[in-house]
């Protein structure tokens, strides 16, 4: 199988000229519909914990014994984190918590705190078993303090307990002969099940993103009257609260000039004056599920030549990956193609020069402007789990930044030049069992390699980006002649102050194909709001 060389070869930098636009713009209209829709349909009134709870047992493979799974301990009644797994199995998101599932019985129960009345004079009330039972479809709900004597009461002698970790284990007294704890089994488990959305989560992501979308369309209403970084973020998060919305799914990126460089950056308080883009990765939750949106916008409302040339190339990345997803599609190979693009892109603009498109693309030279993966699982949260296979790289390979202690970035995962020369060997000599499209699919679900195809209702982002962070691509790129060779200082020295462009949106795996959950504008529409101010004028209310 075949790199796409329609993408890299040099008689082909013309078709970069061309602008992409999409099908269809998002319009106020279309937010709407997509409010109303997730706010009338019954179906999506009641968590669907028992279809969960089921889908768990399935994937431990087991027919009998109890799961058991803790909430986040008793805490102020603000602190509402509950934890994405024991979320999914009640969707209860307050504290002192706990939750049963007997997979032999199909039993779900959900054991909640008595709160004291002191605690309701300070901090408020928590649900009821009713309003818990409204809420959730779990087969019922009881008080905690039974949960012990209950749990003994059902686990027969030679049963076996499943739990997250060995460290939350209950107290397990007068039970009846030998009980087995496993804990080993049950987390990995949930995150299998949690890769393939349910029909409600897919809902809720698409409430997060209609959310997300207006805010993303205040902001470039409002532009012309921002003067800051921090203006940015109020205005986004504003409109979000405004709207029900008000924890969101990560920190505010409101990145300005070179701080679009940072992948993270966080500060968020930088003046706008003299800058020319703004990088605005933004997304909010809904009902504890996440939205994942990238914007990158010029502040004056037009783009300059460099910026211009820059956002082409990002914005032909990702559609020509967005176009691509489909059931039984290998993500690595979605990634490789967007640094094919970026590669033409940089060749025909001049930043790279001096070898073939396939030479650059063997050497992984293109990591020092692309050095993240192309996108990531979205769920109960921004960065969710894929389960027992990964989709950029084969499970053995953690691909973890090293300047942050080997802790996995929690947005999205840094791609070296070794490895992106490893993945374009993989392009060039691929596996039979690696082979895209629905037909792979009726292959074992775990390849060898352990390199995990889109499936339907997997929710994942699309989020190619080009970035100068002087500092990275002067130590790591410039300094190593393996890469130097094929990177023009001179030409570079006018793109430092492009800082960075990402474009990003979140996109459902159907059963055909795809649809894109994400409504905030781009391109020529995101320019015509900036200049005209127009767009999203009517606010939704939850």
Known sequence: MEVDHDLIAVDEFDALSIEVKPASLPTTEDISRVFNQVSLNQDFRRFPAKAHAREVAKELGVKDGIMYLPGQEEKLYEDSDMGPNFYYLTGADFPGCAATYDIGRDYL????????????????RTPTPEQCLANSDVDDVRYISALNETLCASLSPGSTLYALHPDQVPRLEHCRGTVHLDTGKLAPAIERARVIKTDYEVAMIRRANAVSSAAHNLVLRRLKHIHNECGIESVFLGCCIAQGARNQAYPVIAASG?????????????????????????????????????????????????????????????????????PGANFYRLHMHACSVAVTGLLLHGILHGGSPEEIMSKGTVAAFFP???????????????????????????DETPWHGGNFPPKRSWVSADMLAGLYRDV????????????????????????????????VTIEPGIYFCREYIQTCFLNDPTHAKYINTAVLEKYWDVGGVRIEDDILVTKDGYENLTLAPKGEEMLKIIREGRGCTKQHNA
């Open 109 to 124: 129960i959900l054991w909640i705190p008595c709160t004291d009345p002191r605690t309701i004079l300070w901090y408020g």
């Open 372 to 398: 993240h993966g192309l996108g990531h699982h979205v769920g109960l949260e921004v960065h969710d789990v894929s389960g027992r296979d990964r989709l950029l790289f084969p499970t053995p390979l953690v």
């Open 258 to 326: 070179t701080n679009g460089s940072t992948l993270h950056y966080k500060d968020n308080n930088q003046p706008l004056k003299g800058r020319q883009l703004v990088v605005l990765d933004a997304g909010a939750e809904w009902k504890c599920y996440a939205s994942d949106i990238t914007r990158t916008f010029p502040i004056s409302g037009t783009f300059s030549p460099e910026a211009a040339a820059i956002y082409k190339i990002v914005e032909r990345m990702q559609f020509e990956c967005i176009r691509r997803v489909r």
């Open 428 to 459: 060039m000599n691929p596996n039979e069992s690696e082979d895209d499209g629905p037909e792979a699919l009726k292959q074992p679900r775990h390849s060898p390699r352990r390199r995990q195809r889109l499936e339907p209702n997997m929710v």
